[in-house]
């Protein structure tokens, strides 16, 4: 007989084993032993120096040959008695369970043969009890829904910059010059991990600090996406963030490097930001309307979706017909910015955290920020309703945004304007369409 139980919390140093009931693409994926004809879950024995985390992500890499995945804790598990039919444990020994979403596999480095991805659980198991009673506590805690839920919160960043550090600019950028610090990033992860933020896409830089934390952010379960560098017009707002043309022909040549580079989207500066001493101020003009289009047409035809920092009225009227594909900011937007969006494909990424957070700090006045804050309460609510889309992100890394907790913050602004279920919405549609190639499936770049 075997007995297995679950528990909400155990001691760290009793488990001693990871199991992950794993999906992809509405699948459930199982692995198939060499040796054996039946199936199992992936999972396996915590390594000497692992974390539990570390031992899931490295089983499931070994054994599924997941690439890209989202790995998230779900309960503590007791096993004792008899597991397989040629294995018996006297004592309770501990595991960890797991769910991961996998989204792109490579090879096996297991003793597994292959796996199998199935629509519905396998009649025969290797573990006949212990793995079918995980699925069902799995399911019991309603843990593969994408919905947020009490047990399992899940929150994403739509718009974060990894390299900055929520307070000092200067310092933060310096923290990197000679190259990505590994031990900051690795410290930004973390915080992300642990406020179940399961998804971040980054603003850019120009030090290769998004593209770091994209590659290490499987370790730590978040799904990360980078544009590498943010792009800006030589002379206008960017510089603190990524690189800049001068023509069409140097933009050319940042777009196929940011591709070179791994980019999962391209990222554009449009516009200044506020000027929050003064209401209605930016601090630079914009791109002209014909070089926006040109920007976003040659973004679009290499593949790439467009994440567009964007304020003031006729600069976000510009951008919405160039093709945006997410409007970051949006500040200062009139009534028919605000009907051009809800009229467009384009996911709209409010960022009140770097604004709102400032207010009763003393740095700026509070009128003025108020001001602007409750215009652009005004605008959220006119494009909700609409039928514009609206996601989560608070410019995470932003002067009083601090990373994870902004990304919270931006929650809570976003809370009495934005159903929970519309911001699920946007981010998912954020999630599917900031990533490589979207564009040479979806949109129809001119021939
Ligand atoms: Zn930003």
Redesign the pocket.
Known sequence: MTEIRFYDAVDDALLRFAVIVARSAGKWVLCKHRERESLELPGGHREPGESIRETAARELREETGAVDFTLRPICAYSLKGELRADLVTETESFGMLFTAEIRSFGPLHSEMERIILMDKLPRSWVYPVAHPRMVEEVLRRKALSPEPCALCPMYYET?A?AILDGADFRAALKRHADGPDEVWVRRVLERYRDNHIIYVRD?GDHQGVSLLAKRLAPEYGVEYRSPAFAIHQKGLYGSM?GRAWADMAAYRALVAEAKEQGADFIKLMLSGIMDFNEYGVLSCPSPTPEEMAELVRVAHGEGFAVMA?CNGADAVKAALAAGIDSL?HGYYMDAQAVADLAASDCVWVPTFAPVANLMGLGRFPDEVLNRIVEGHRANVRAALSAGARIAPGS?GG?FAVPHAAGALDEYRWLRDLVPKEELQKGAERIRERFCRHYALVHLSPEP
């Open positions: 718009h910059h603003g963030v920092h970051e410019d932003a």
